[in-house]
């Protein structure tokens, strides 16, 4: 991949000179502002230029913690020297990984206990990024717990979150006190709730006494840096955010054996449209983590690609999104994963479901893109399109966009791609930013592929 340069917007410039010199902060930007990027510059001029940082802990959740913090290291130049290890899997493979040579160490949230467990009093990490802080929102978590032991250990943290506090401004302590340890908002969870909350008549949870969210906002301003990204003007209509998803070892080598045994199985056979559509076609399938049989039969593989689906929907912390998928078997598997969200779902079919929508009785609207291409104003529902599965087609892909992205809307729209690492995913994607005419562009990408496979 070749690296690119990067030209930081003014808002993107701001919060890593904040970065580079605040002992805490926290970034509290929309999706699609670049938070990773962001904090990969400020981590690389903190180590490498005023010699700052030695060790950089990422927190991130597992499906992010496996792809996007190297991803996005790979796709600048300015930050070609940064070395990042993943820690994950065994307990074994973790400690080699933290044993590996590097700058910065990203492991998944559910091993942090394990982690300061490990090291104890030895804690090696003098700057700490939690990526998605608003999943230590809870201060009985064992997380959160964890963190604030070492916490006292670490000279710089950050805290990244799209929205800190989706159910009000309960959550925000736990957040804060992992910033600041307790200098704002009380040192306990007890003193905050007595300051700034009263005790529901039924004795079950705590309403903000009057007044209290702008005092709060008051004491925290210093501390936290909050933008939306509809507040910036200079960014595009349309923001493009790309979700790397690693396949797991099992699911990888079933997705290269299908890949080897369809293409190869053509290589001295002149494809044809039809013949080029059915194999990049099962290969989407596997991308997404099921397979039809000959007899339509679902063979269900993995759940990858899923598993980065319902991250980004927790980081989407209840804004409303508009999911494209590709397959019946991607209909039949969203549902079964979103049924204990407790978001309200609907399938695009009718005009009520368009009615519904507008009016924000829904959270997440599943649709197919050939069935929301054309004439659906949906622009009133939301601003986020997220992509599960990915169609070569560049008109169905503009045209199902276009729902969202249209005259009327009032955000910014920004549109998520799960793209499997090394897969199909990756040619689509090429072949739409290309805006290449789906039958080119999916012959070339196919020759190629049978290419790199002999």
């Not at 490498?48 to 996007?68: D, H, M, Q, S």
């Not at 933290?98 to 160490?105: A, F, K, V």
């Not at 999911?323 to 991607?330: A, E, P, R, T, W």
Request: charged share 25%.
């Amino acid at each position: 991949m070749t690296r690119q340069q990067f030209k930081p917007w003014d808002y993107q410039r701001y919060c890593i000179n904040r970065l580079l010199t605040d002992d805490a902060l926290g970034l509290f930007l929309g999706l699609g502002l670049g938070k990773t990027v962001i904090t990969l510059t400020a981590v690389n001029d903190l180590k490498y230029n005023r010699f700052a940082v030695r060790r950089c802990l990422v927190i991130a959740p597992k499906k992010v913690a496996e792809l996007t913090w190297t991803t996005e290291a790979a796709k600048w130049d300015h930050l070609k020297h940064l070395r990042i290890i993943p820690v994950l899997g065994s307990s074994q493979k973790r400690i080699r990984s933290l044993n590996t040579p590097g700058d910065i160490w990203v492991i998944n949230r559910e091993n942090v206990k394990w982690l300061a467990e490990y090291y104890r009093n030895a804690w090696p990490f003098d700057m700490v990024v939690i990526d998605e802080l608003s999943s230590f929102k809870s201060h009985q978590a064992q997380r959160f717990k964890a963190l604030t032991w070492i916490r006292p250990h670490v000279k710089r943290i950050v805290g990244l979150t799209g929205t800190p506090a989706p159910n009000g401004l309960h959550d925000l302590w736990a957040q804060v006190f992992l910033l600041d340890q307790g200098k704002r908002l009380e040192k306990n969870i007890t003193g905050y709730r007595e300051v700034y909350f009263s005790r529901n008549y039924d004795g079950h949870g705590y309403t903000a006494k009057p007044g209290a969210d702008d005092i709060i906002h008051r004491k925290i301003a210093d501390l936290c840096i909050s933008m939306k990204a509809e507040d910036y003007l200079d960014l595009p209509d349309c923001i493009t955010n790309v979700i790397p998803v690693a396949l797991d070892a099992k699911a990888a080598e079933q997705y290269k054996r299908m890949e080897k045994d369809l293409l190869l199985e053509i290589e001295d056979t002149e494809i044809s449209v039809t013949s080029a559509a059915a194999l990049t076609g099962k290969l989407l399938q596997m991308c997404n983590g099921a397979l039809y049989d000959a007899d339509r039969g679902v063979h269900e593989l993995h759940d990858c690609k899923l598993e980065a689906f319902s991250e980004l929907v927790e980081q989407l912390n209840g804004a409303r999104a508009l999911v494209f998928y590709s397959f019946q078997h991607d209909l039949t598997r969203l549902h079964k994963v979103l049924a204990t969200t407790g978001l309200r779902i609907r399938e695009l079919r009718t005009p009520q479901d368009q009615l519904d929508w507008n009016a924000g009785q829904v959270d997440i609207l599943l649709a197919h893109p050939a069935s929301a291409a054309y004439g659906l104003n949906l622009q009133d529902g939301g601003n986020h399109v997220v992509w599960f599965g990915l169609t070569w087609s560049l008109e169905l892909y503009q045209q199902a966009n276009g729902r969202l992205h249209r005259q009327g809307q009032k955000q910014k729209v920004i549109l998520h791609h799960l793209v499997v690492k090394g897969g199909v995913d990756e040619d689509v994607m090429a072949a739409l930013e290309a805006k290449a005419t789906t039958q080119d562009r999916l012959l070339t990408a196919l020759k190629a592929r049978v290419e790199r496979v002999r």
